[in-house]
């Protein structure tokens, strides 16, 4: 569910970002010693996703994110991928790879590498605009909301699922 983002400046975006890796290990504990957390982070929720493939596809948007601000920032003409501002175009096909410390240990590297993107763009370079492959345009702070956005999104996704399948 999508939350009012158009108040959020670059450094409530940064903050907002180095605080999900803590965030998403705190929904991958598990309620009691007996549960299996690599069991239960893989079980299919109502959605058709496990947690695991929750976090897993935030990790790879992650990435697609912070290239999009490194394209806007350097490249003359910047052309940014369309899962920067299309969710549908951002299913990937690849399975999650390791264990739920591994990807937990990826989305903690990933969340830092966007947050430092987000830091990393002057001030004056803001609203500095990339072509979205497809159609349409969009600013490096678009790009940082949506980094915070998908984040609170994924979240929200792997709580429901894991609460789902530890029923």
Not at 7 to 35: C, I, N, T
Not at 75 to 103: L, M, T
Not at 134 to 156: F, I, K, P, W
Request: hydrophobic share 45%.
């Amino acid at each position: 569910m999508p939350i009012d983002l158009s108040r959020l400046g670059p450094g409530d975006a940064v903050a907002a970002l180095r605080s999900y890796p803590r965030r998403f290990r705190s929904a991958f504990a598990p309620v009691d010693d007996d549960e299996s957390v690599e069991e239960i982070a893989q079980r299919m929720g109502p959605d058709g996703e496990s947690a695991l493939d929750v976090a897993t596809d935030l990790v790879r948007t992650w990435t697609v994110l912070r290239e999009a601000l490194r394209r806007i920032q350097v490249d003359d003409e910047p052309v940014v991928h369309a899962a920067v501002v299309d969710p549908s175009e951002r299913h990937w096909d690849q399975p999650p790879h390791g264990s739920v410390v591994a990807v937990l240990d990826q989305l903690d590297e990933a969340a830092s590498q966007v947050a430092d993107a987000v830091a990393g763009v002057p001030g004056d370079q803001w609203e500095r605009a990339g072509r979205v492959a497809g159609g349409g345009t969009v600013t490096a702070l678009d790009v940082a909301r949506e980094a915070v956005q998908v984040g609170h999104d994924a979240l929200g996704a792997a709580e429901r699922t894991l609460a789902a399948v530890r029923r």
